[in-house]
């Protein structure tokens, strides 16, 4: 038997930078969001099964810490990050700023699994599930704006590559 789920809603403080509170409820948030918020609170760096009313504590907490502003700026960086890093296009400076935010990379994969289970049992907002994929990048872009990342180039021809970050085309949301 599934425990009911109930959204509890949190005041973000002012003191994170949050330029005014709002009320969020976990259907408010994207699956990123939902794991950069577990990496913030009190998980335990190992995975273990637990209960998702648990989760659910634990990402508020992560936002009660860090503020929804930077959760959502982080998401979106390690989305950019994850992004580049298929492609083997992460430079050693966006590597950097990836693990200056997230020092235990074995803690982001934990917070990814709790979400993925989570994900199952509350679903999110049509606002949450278009940021869902959201992607930017903590510095300067292998493609440099130009939407394409050079690969090699002589007389005759020039070879390049789809910036995964920005020359994503957005699908749109997908209806629950």
């Known amino acids: 038997m599934m425990p009911e789920i109930t959204t509890t809603s949190r005041i973000a403080p002012q003191a994170t930078g949050v330029t005014s509170p709002a009320m969020v409820g976990i259907e408010d948030l994207s699956a990123g969001e939902r794991s950069v918020a577990l990496y913030a609170s009190d998980m335990p760096n190992r995975y273990r099964t637990t209960d998702d009313v648990q989760i659910i504590e634990w990402v508020m907490q992560g936002i009660d810490r860090v503020g929804l502003d ?22 050693p400076q966006l590597s950097a700023r990836h693990e200056q935010n997230f020092p235990k990379s074995n803690r982001l994969l934990v917070a990814a699994r709790h979400t993925a289970n989570l994900n ?3 679903p999110m907002s049509t606002a949450a599930r278009t940021r869902n994929l ?10 440099k704006g130009t939407r394409t ?5 002589d007389e005759d ?10 020359a994503a085309t957005r699908r749109p949301a997908v209806q629950a």
């Open 149 to 153: 990342i050079p690969l090699w180039q």
């Open 70 to 91: 930077e959760v959502r700026r982080r998401a979106s960086y390690a989305e950019g990050y994850r992004r580049l890093t298929r492609v083997r296009m992460a430079t």
């Open 134 to 143: 959201a992607a930017d990048v903590d510095g300067v872009c292998p493609c």
């Open 120 to 122: 199952l049992y509350a």
């Open 157 to 166: 021809a020039a070879v390049g590559l789809a910036c995964p970050v920005h």
